[in-house]
């Protein structure tokens, strides 16, 4: 009987713990605004329900990877698309982030560069590829 | 017989220093044709070197300038209640190497801050991780996963702004475009209660 418990009661706390993580993904993702703003480009706000389920199972399939370490054992050109998704992803996130956060509207009053402001963004997005490079390349093997 | 005259304000006017503000330029109007021109020409302001850079025009002073150059008319105001007038007191010259500052300032910052983030969320070892569950192989050097990341990185944020496929894939203004507009709109509303002197007005003031 106690033994009963004690599995209900991890049962219990890892499903509460899911919850907690999944409900903040999406108020994360929803948040950031990453989901409207591809549907709004690719003018798909249709297929909204098929994007939210894609990110619930691409959830689920990263959380099977990460808790079971299954090999799959393909080639490896199969990395670099997933590679350049998932780069694009995490760059919306950041771009997300920092349209939340106010930043190009403050900085462009303040320097008075209204008509510039695409090169102040071409920096930061160049600054984000070349420090991710030269991480990848060089820095992790210092 | 009572002349109607129809006032709607501008929402923003750009003045130079040493101007006249007439009517017509905050405001657009309609009125029996006999009138129409000199409301038009109606002074309601004139810019001093007292005034600093915005200057709130109240509908409530244009009124009361009607009301005093044509006896019968009665105003009708639509659309916002004040007009806010920046004076360019200088043309606003952008020095090239505060720009260039602002511009490594920017590269810099964001190459290091997405490296702190990379080593925050353990991004390396998750790499390594979905290497050798992809493709079976141990690597700590996954680079055909890191490099097509890295670019994506970058392709992503262009994405997100929309500033290469701009004209191509639609009209909608981006997220940019539209965070700058509610940041001008927010400036504005508090030039509008703040530089306005009655709509701050206290009870024991005068």
Sequence with gaps: MPMTIKVITVMFIGLAGGLAVGSGFVAFLTVLGIIPRLTQLTKTMKMIRHYEWAVIMGALTGIAGSLRDPILGISPYFMLPLGLTGGVFVGMLAAGLSEALNVFPVLAKRLGIDGKIIILIMAIVLGKIVGSIFQWVFFVHL | ?206
């Design chain 2, 1 to 206: 017989m009572e002349k109607t005259v129809y006032i709607r304000m501008r929402n923003r006017v750009l003045a130079k220093p040493e101007e006249s503000i007439y009517l017509m330029d905050i405001a657009q109007i309609i009125a029996p044709d006999s009138i129409v021109p000199e409301l038009k020409k109606m002074k309601v302001h004139q810019i001093t070197d007292r005034d600093k850079n915005i200057i709130i025009i109240d509908v409530m002073k244009i009124i009361k300038l009607i009301s005093s150059l044509i006896e019968d008319a009665e105003v009708q105001t639509i659309g916002p209640a004040q007009t806010i007038v920046e004076v360019m007191l200088k043309k606003k010259q952008m020095s090239i190497p505060l720009f260039i500052l602002i511009w490594f300032l920017l590269f810099f910052g964001s190459a290091m801050a997405i490296m702190n983030f990379h080593d925050d969320v353990s991004m390396r070892s998750v790499q390594e991780k979905l290497y050798r569950i992809i493709t079976g192989v141990e690597d700590t050097k996954p680079w055909i996963f890191q490099i097509p990341y890295s670019i994506g990185l970058g392709l992503g944020m262009i994405l997100f702004f929309n500033h290469v496929f701009q004209k191509r894939i639609n009209e909608e203004p981006s997220p940019l475009e539209v965070e700058m507009f509610n940041y001008q709109l927010d400036l504005d509303n508090y030039v509008i209660i703040h530089e306005n002197k009655e709509s701050m007005k206290r009870a024991n003031d005068d």
